[in-house]
Structures are given as C-alpha cells and as structure tokens.
C-alpha cells in the first residue's frame, strides 16, 4: 500500500504524479511547493511516495531501494492506472514530475506508458537511470538543471540527445542540485507548471 496526497483544483486541466528523489517523501516541501504552484495554474497533483514506511526505514541504512528504478517505475505505473480509476481526476491527462533518481524512474514510466503520459519535467534528475527507455519515451519532456551542478548537468545533456521527441533543457542560474538558494525553486515551479500547462490541456 502506498500513501499520496492527491489536491484537484475545481477547473483542473490536467494531473501530475510527482516522483521524489533518493531519501525523501511526499512531504518534501521543494516538491510541496511546485505543487502548489501547479495547483494555482490549474493542474491537480498527486504527491506519491514510491517506498511504503517500512522498505523507507530500511532504505535509510541501506540506500538500494532508492537507485531501484524499474520497482519504482512499476510502481508509479501502478499509481497512474489507479488514477484512471479515481472519479475526480480519470477524464484528465497525466504528466509526471521528478526529482533526482525519481527523475529516472518518471522516464522510464513515461517509455511504458506511451501516449498515456502527456509531458514529464524533471528538476536536478538523473535520467541516465533510465538508460536505453530514454529513447522510448514519446512525452515532450523538460529537464531543469541548476547551473552550479555541473555533474548533472553533463548527465541531463546526455539524455537530451537520447530522447526521440518534443525536449527541452533549461538551466536555472545560481542554482546548485537542490535548488535551495533564493528564487531558484520559483523559477522551477514556473517552468514547470508553464510546460504542464501546454501539454496536458
């Protein structure tokens, strides 16, 4: 049983899974926060965590539950067909948004499920985790990297060449991996909710 926070705005437009990186949750309050971002521009989100409380408890002494990318693929699979059940959201297009390993995991979902997913955004991720799925992946897809994260960046760069469709990469100034200098994280919510926006109307 996996636990998320799921909030639809009343004109809701579309619906965004959101993907956690290595050692953090749903309450993440970077992720918290592009959500409400999201949610102001019309877009309901699904705060998910992909690890149930006890494999989370492990993962913390062990770390290889989080680099697991197909078991939390197949899991935010799971969820996004149980979206399809959920009155309130079931007639929206869905995107996925990642961070960090979670980044990996939303592409490798996305190659899955094809046409299902309508546009995916990764912030600071690693999409090479996802490795030969990047050329799957049909969803117009944005990769936000900071520019003080230089080993991301090459990796985020990389993956732009592999994906096959609509793609962009942008790259926030001053920001470094997590985004916790100054206006940074506004600038993500920003490019985030505006490419939401375009593709899942």
């Known amino acids: 049983m996996l636990e998320g926070d799921l909030s639809v705005p009343a004109d809701a437009k579309g619906l ?3 993907t956690h990186g290595s050692g953090s949750s749903r309450h993440s309050p970077r992720n918290q926060f592009v959500a409400g971002v999201l949610q102001e521009s019309s877009i309901a989100t699904l705060l998910l965590d992909l690890l ?3 494999e989370e408890d492990e993962d913390y002494y062990t770390g290889h539950l989080r680099f697991d990318i197909d078991l939390l693929a197949r ?3 799971h969820a996004t067909h149980a979206m399809e059940h959920e009155p309130e959201v079931q007639r929206l297009r869905m995107g996925f948004f990642g961070s960090s390993t979670g980044g990996g995991a939303a592409l490798v979902a996305a190659a899955e499920l094809g046409d299902q997913i309508g546009a995916v ?3 600071g991720g690693r999409p090479d985790l996802a490795g030969q799925s990047l050329r799957q992946v049909s969803a117009p897809t944005l990769l936000i990297v900071g520019s003080e994260d230089p080993i991301v960046i090459q990796m985020n760069e990389q993956a732009l060449r592999a994906l096959p469709g609509e793609k962009a990469l942008r790259m926030v100034s001053g920001a470094g991996h997590l985004f916790e200098e100054p206006g940074t994280l506004d600038l993500v919510a920003d490019l ?4 939401f926006v375009e593709h899942l109307r």
């Open 16 to 18: 965004v899974l959101f």
């Open 121 to 123: 955004v990764s912030r």
């Open 52 to 54: 149930t409380k006890e």
């Open 75 to 77: 899991r935010l699979i």
């Open 192 to 195: 985030a909710a505006a490419w």
